[in-house]
């Protein structure tokens, strides 16, 4: 059975990191696609950036630079290294598994920027 629970979010002041980690069970991570979506109230959910199965990685614009995806197999995990953070990064963050015939969502997990 195929689960995704999403970690570290939080409170932060503008300018600061956070780290976000997604804990898969049912599958492997590094044999699928997966990436961060974020959503706030009103609003659709959005793309912030995902792994390929082959490793590689794609970005929104809006977080290029500042943040990073990456996943470890041992764990078992995708984590969201989240630098330089600004007021507009606020939202919950959510971690997706997608294919062709498939997709699944974890709970979320909320990231705040705030002075």
């Known amino acids: 059975q195929v689960q995704l629970v999403e970690s570290g979010g939080g409170l932060v002041q503008p300018g600061g990191s956070l780290r976000l980690s997604c804990a898969a069970s049912?599958?492997?991570?590094?044999?699928?696609?997966m990436g961060w979506y974020r959503q706030t109230p009103g609003n659709q959910r959005e793309y912030v950036a995902n792994?390929?199965?082959?490793?590689?990685?794609n970005y929104a614009d809006t977080v290029k630079g500042r943040f990073t995806i990456s996943r470890d197999g041992a764990k078992n995990t995708m984590d969201l290294q989240m630098n330089r953070l600004k007021p507009e990064d606020t939202a919950v963050y959510y971690c997706?598994?997608?294919?062709?015939?498939?997709?699944?969502w974890g709970q979320g997990t909320q990231v705040t920027v705030s002075s």
């Open positions: 049912g599958f492997y991570v590094t044999n699928y696609n």
């Open positions: 792994i390929s199965e082959s490793g590689i990685k």
């Open positions: 997706n598994l997608r294919g062709r015939t498939y997709e699944y």
